[in-house]
């Protein structure tokens, strides 16, 4: 990765690298980068998929694994707090969603957590047998409401209306036949912002649950649940919070909901008495109802060693400075990529509507990801045709930003994305 | 811990402390031993609830988290085999339960596991309205069969019946309404083992499906599903198999059943292109199709490490030891502890119908583990009146069992267990 300014930086725009340094020498943030590890010769700007490793973590998980279980061994369930984890883990991700205490806690995939809410959302408006959610959804959501629409409609079918940022719209479908809408903040692919506010309102209005998915949004920008009035939330914690890989969901559940929802999943580490072991499941009274079975606790020591450093962080710098991130990167990519590749963003540009991520469009944009990779830029590719961005304020600097966009001015000029090795075959995350 | 054979080790068996120090010195499995960490000064019998430590663990960990997730970060998803990982892991156990290669799948926790199998199977026999499961079953299978009765029976009820060993029996309720049978192979409080092919037998006859819990059997024991012809099964792996606190639960279909298996939770890992991005669900041809969401890798991780000790494991032998192990509790206990303070094990003593656990009855068991666990003997309790034993082949010795039933001997002969700080409080694992 080049360090100086590399020779085809001959920008049309104001800026320039000089200017890029300067923004991260007077950043209030900059200080974060170094609790990152970040291998050496990469720009990484896929922490949206999975997030950079905090450089305490594998200190952290070492300690879990040979004081907690290798000494502690079945002790550490009371002795380490192990059992209480999925809450007391979750009442420290609350105030990065506008959550209380009580209110959040772990469960295993975002899949199974958006279950839990769905269901216990649609039980908690009988009669309504209408899912609202996103075509442009990550898939998993959609097809976690088959899951739903198999299991629950047995007596009734349940319908699945889809709407889209191009139509239908959500005021289209809303009616009183609508149960549950299903809606991501974030869009994982054009990263369009939605006013999680107002569309709760809206959703309310027509006397429907909404449950928000804020897998693009949690650790990316301030979120508020409780001001929203929303009513179920559920996310990860492997992308912008920096969680490990696969480290466990959380669910939100506004406390108002809490002695009504009926769970889906009525593992015993949701019910009121656990170690009773009787034969007949109640309920525990707050959210650890939503709780199944036992967690996995190398990755609950992943998340835990992350949150110590969301713990120090400002929301509304972290915001400030992704959009400003994001910004410098549309501006770059407009004024050195758009015109003579015809590169286009998909991005909105409104401040507003934005998550922390660009998603640029290119016919062939998986091996141009692919070049930009081998050339240490991380970031991914999203069918058909989007090369992906997220700008991780903790750890994603300006000058990051500007030599990114170098680096992909430098494989379309040269195309030697065109060079076979790049071509699409087999899995791609 | 007492190495030397102390005073109270005047007994009415033939056996004496020499004897087993003697069984292990010619133990073929007394290797293993040295591959685990074992806390100083503690016996630990509680291996069926949490393994222990293999050594070599907190190194593996460590470079799954500073080379596959801090340096390879989103590559590692191909690079190192990530995505892949539920499934190869799979192909690790397969081995320990007579399952074929391509299976097996790695799941969340047991009770999501169960769920995916139980509803699997109840679609499998249409028109068949009733499930039948153990009375002693661990619980929680009880209520995740509540869920599935509660999800799956919005068009027609589904029944659940429970046997026990004490009657109702199998055959007392197997009719043509039966869809499923879901039984645990050792009882998670008597250590009872199942016979697995023949009780599959008498399932399949009345022509239901069997849904094994093996829980407390894989690790244990020689397991062969498919010589059983059994349908589908599950399991944990922080027990037996020492994976770690939490690590993820399997889930093994007969693949004779795997096309017609429709997943209750239809997630993107599950999906037969989950990088298409599709908005329908379309299941996985393989056993694949029962994975939801994202692993939680770290860990995935440590149940990978405690995998390549059993690579090495010969379950034979293996049982044999098991048995002897527990025999020889079981003989000392009779010897030492059964006419002075009427301690009655609860466990078969026909060693084809018994785990690799002991337990014991007291009506102060609670405060007479408690007792023991301050001595360093660990194991644990069991609602209302059992203390349980689990014996661990791979790093229980002869010597271990002889020291434990002396502790044992002494908390009873002073009655140390009647002092106040060993009373019942708050939450038991």
Redesign the interface.
């Known amino acids: 990765m080049s360090t100086t300014t590399p020779p085809s930086a001959t920008t049309r725009t104001a800026l320039d690298r000089a200017t890029c340094e300067a923004l991260d020498a007077s950043d209030p943030l900059g200080s974060f980068r170094d609790r990152f ?1 970040l ?1 050496e010769g ?1 720009i ?1 700007l ?1 922490g949206n ?2 997030g ?2 905090p450089r305490h ?2 200190a952290h ?2 300690r879990v ?2 004081e ?4 502690g ?6 002795d380490a707090g ?2 209480a984890k999925p809450r007391t883990v979750g009442d420290r991700i609350a105030p990065l969603i506008g959550a209380a205490e009580g209110e959040v806690v772990l469960g ?5 957590s958006l ?1 839990q809410a769905v ?1 216990a959302a649609v039980r908690m408006r009988p009669g309504r047998r209408v899912i609202v959610a996103e ?1 442009g959804n ?3 959501d ?3 409401l ?2 739903v629409q ?7 079918p349940l319908e699945r209306r ?1 709407i889209a940022d191009d139509g239908p719209t959500l005021d289209d479908v809303l009616d009183d036949h609508v149960a549950v809408v299903v809606l991501t903040q974030v869009d994982y692919r054009t990263g369009r912002l939605h006013d999680l506010a107002e569309v709760t309102r809206r959703v309310q209005a027509a006397g429907a649950l909404v449950v928000w998915d804020l897998c693009h949004s949690a650790g990316a920008l301030p979120i508020d649940l409780n001001a929203a009035w929303a009513d179920f939330a559920v996310g ?1 914690t ?1 992308k912008y919070l920096n969680g ?6 959380f669910l939100w559940a506004a406390s108002r909901h809490h002695a009504a929802a ?8 949701g ?1 009121a008495r ?8 109640a309920p525990a009274p707050g959210i650890e109802r939503f709780r ?11 998340l835990e060693a992350s949150l110590d450093i969301w713990d120090d962080v400002d929301l509304e710098l972290l915001r400030e400075k992704s959009l400003r991130l994001t910004e410098l990167f549309l501006s770059l990519v407009d004024a050195r990529l758009a015109e003579r590749w015809g590169i286009v963003s998909v991005t909105p540009r409104e401040s507003s509507r934005r998550g922390s991520q660009v998603s640029l469009r290119h016919d062939d944009g998986y091996a141009v990801m692919q070049a930009l ?1 081998e050339r240490g830029v ?1 970031g ?1 590719f ?2 058909p045709d989007l090369i992906r961005f997220g700008f991780t304020p903790l750890y994603t600097s300006y000058a990051d930003v500007w030599d990114a966009v170098d680096v992909l001015h430098d494989v379309l000029e040269t195309e030697v994305w065109r060079e076979p090795r790049f071509a699409r075959r ?4």
Chains 1, 2 share one sequence.
């Open positions: 590890v291998p990469v990484y896929d998929s999975l950079a490793l973590t594998p998980v070492q694994i040979t907690e279980w290798g000494t061994l079945i002790r550490s369930w009371n192990w059992f295993d995939s975002t899949s199974a279950f269901v075509r990550f898939p998993t959609l097809y976690m088959e899951a198999e299991l629950l409609g047995g007596g009734e889809l990860c492997y490990g890989p696969g480290s466990p969901s009926r769970p889906a999943l009525t593992g015993w580490h019910h656990p170690f009773d072991f009787t034969v007949d499941y199944v079975g036992t967690p996995q606790l190398l990755s609950v020591a992943g990779i991380i991914d999203r069918a087999g899995t791609v995350t």
